[in-house]
């Protein structure tokens, strides 16, 4: 079972805005865990959108924003554009030495 | 130029054994701990193993622990994973990645911040 829970789908139209949310089945996600986001599109390998909650990758746009909302770590994208349309994961440290990838959200901009 | 490569992917049987290995250039590989991530065939990705900078500390996902070994060469600038008592469910794409931090430190760089381009397991019968 999927400790670290993201949505597992999300469409948004172009130029609207999307937040993205990776979660703890049990318990809270706070800046403590590190959340960081990764987008991979097929055949390819992933690649840092927004490491440590809030700090976006060199080169990612700031459309992309990440941030703690409630108890959920959050990606959110503003003004969407079509090559925005990825496979997105979150991951978690999980504070033992170990880290969880949440099962992904494929992101559709249509 | 700054790269991952690796190797070692290929068919087995269950029960049998694996090792792969991944090539490190155009950094300082021995500033940085490396993990193991996989993905299996239309699948999310799996975090796998973890070994820091002198390879002394290692960890671990628990659907591993026990039958895969994280190790370094640090002169050599390599990884390696030797995978025993393989399972079907072992099959996927296996990535080495570069990770920043310092071991027990507050990890605030990018954990995952230089992905290799993968090697494909296949456990079958």
């Known amino acids: 079972q999927t400790v670290v829970t993201q949505e597992p789908s999300f469409s948004v139209s172009p130029g609207g805005t999307v937040t993205l949310t990776c979660g703890l089945r049990?318990?809270?996600?706070?800046?403590?865990?590190?959340p960081s986001w990764y987008r991979q599109t097929p055949g390819q390998a992933p690649r840092t959108v927004i490491y440590?909650?809030?700090t976006r990758s060199y080169g990612v746009p700031d459309r992309f924003s990440g941030s703690i909302r409630g108890n959920k770590a959050a990606l959110t994208i503003t003004g969407a554009q079509a090559d925005d349309t990825s496979d997105y994961y979150c991951?978690?440290?999980?504070?033992?030495?170990?880290?969880?990838f949440g099962g992904g959200t494929k992101l559709t901009v249509l | 130029q700054v790269q991952l490569m690796e190797s070692g992917g290929g068919m087995v049987q269950p029960g049998r054994s694996l090792r792969l290995s991944c090539a490190a250039s155009?950094?300082?590989?021995?500033?940085?701990?490396m993990h193991w991530v996989r993905q299996a065939p239309g699948k999310g990705l799996e975090w796998v193993a973890v070994?820091?900078?002198?390879?002394?500390?290692?960890y671990y996902a628990d659907s591993v622990k026990g039958r895969f070994t994280i190790s370094r060469d640090n002169s050599g600038d390599k990884l390696f994973l030797q995978m025993t008592s393989l399972r079907v469910e072992d099959t996927a794409v296996y990535y080495c990645?570069?990770?920043?931090?310092?071991?027990?430190?507050?990890?605030?760089?990018?954990?995952?911040?230089?992905w290799g381009q993968g090697t494909r397991v296949t456990v079958s019968s």
């Open positions: 990645v570069r990770d920043p931090n310092e071991y027990n430190s507050n990890y605030y760089g990018d954990s995952f911040d230089l």
């Open positions: 155009g950094f300082t590989f021995s500033d940085y701990g």
């Open positions: 070994i820091w900078q002198d390879g002394t500390n290692k």
């Open positions: 049990s318990g809270s996600v706070s800046t403590s865990y590190f």
């Open positions: 440590s909650t809030t």
């Open positions: 991951v978690i440290y999980m504070g033992n030495g170990t880290w969880m």
